[in-house]
C-alpha cells in the first residue's frame, strides 16, 4: 500500500494555541468512576482503555466530568490531535518514533486485544498510545478534501457534516493505520471494541 491516502494531502502549515492533552486513553476505570459503568468489552483491567465507546457516549462522559469537576475538558480537535501525535509537530511516521513497535498496540503484536495504557513508550511530549491500542474520537466533523482550505490558525473541521474524525488506528489494524497522518471517520453513534477517547483541557 502506498503511504499516505488523498485525504491526508496537502501537506500544510497549521498552528494550534496552548492546550493540555490526556497522557492516556481514558480508561475503563475513569469511565466507570464517571458514568457507573462501563461498556467496554474487554474485561482485563481498570487500567485498560475504555473501548466500545461511540461519539455520544463520549461527549456523555464529558458533560458529567465537566459538572463534577468545574473543568472544561472536550475531546481534541483533529489539529491538536495531530499535533500532540507528532511529538508537538515533528516528523514521525508514529507517535514519538519512526518504528510502530516502539510505540503501538497494532495486530501483529496486540494478541487480539487492547493493552493496559502506557505500557508502550510514550512520545516526545510524554503522551502514550497515541499510535494504536484504540481509536480516538476527535471533536470535529470529517472533510476528505479539507486540508484543501483549512485555516492556518486553530482549524475546527467542516461546520456540519454525518461523520466524525477519528484517528490513531488500533490493536485491530495493521501497522499502516497507526501512522501520525492517517485520518478515518464514523458515524456519531458507532461503537466498537476498538473506538475510544482521550481529553484535552485548553490552556489557561
Known amino acids: ?23 492516556y486513553e481514558v480508561t475503563r476505570g475513569e469511565y ?10 474487554f474485561d482485563k483491567g481498570e487500567r485498560y482503555p475504555v473501548e466500545n465507546v461511540n ?22 480537535t483533529e489539529a491538536e490531535w495531530e499535533y500532540a501525535t507528532r511529538s ?36 516526545g511530549l510524554g503522551i502514550f498510545d497515541m499510535s494504536g491500542n484504540v481509536w480516538e474520537w476527535c471533536q470535529n466533523w470529517y472533510d476528505e478534501n479539507y486540508y484543501d482550505k483549512s485555516p492556518v490558525n486553530n482549524p475546527t473541521g467542516p461546520l456540519s457534516g454525518s461523520l466524525l474524525v477519528v484517528r490513531g488506528g488500533s490493536w485491530h489494524y495493521v501497522s499502516w493505520f497507526v501512522r501520525s497522518a492517517v485520518r478515518s471517520r464514523l458515524r456519531p453513534g458507532y461503537r466498537f471494541k476498538d473506538l475510544g477517547f482521550r481529553l484535552v483541557l485548553s490552556g489557561q
Open 1 to 23: 500500500m502506498v503511504d499516505g491516502s488523498s485525504d491526508e494531502k496537502p501537506v500544510h502549515k497549521v498552528c494550534v494555541d496552548d492546550f493540555y492533552m490526556g497522557k
Open 32 to 41: 466507570r468512576k464517571i458514568m457507573g459503568s462501563s461498556p467496554s468489552r
Open 55 to 76: 461519539w455520544n457516549d463520549a461527549q456523555s462522559f464529558i458533560k458529567k466530568l465537566n459538572s463534577r469537576t468545574g473543568r472544561k475538558y472536550r475531546l481534541p
Open 88 to 123: 508537538g509537530g515533528k516528523k514521525e511516521k508514529y507517535a514519538g518514533s519512526n518504528s510502530s513497535e516502539d510505540v503501538a498496540w497494532f495486530d501483529d503484536n496486540s494478541g487480539s486485544s487492547t493493552h493496559g495504557v502506557g505500557t508502550k513508550s510514550a512520545n
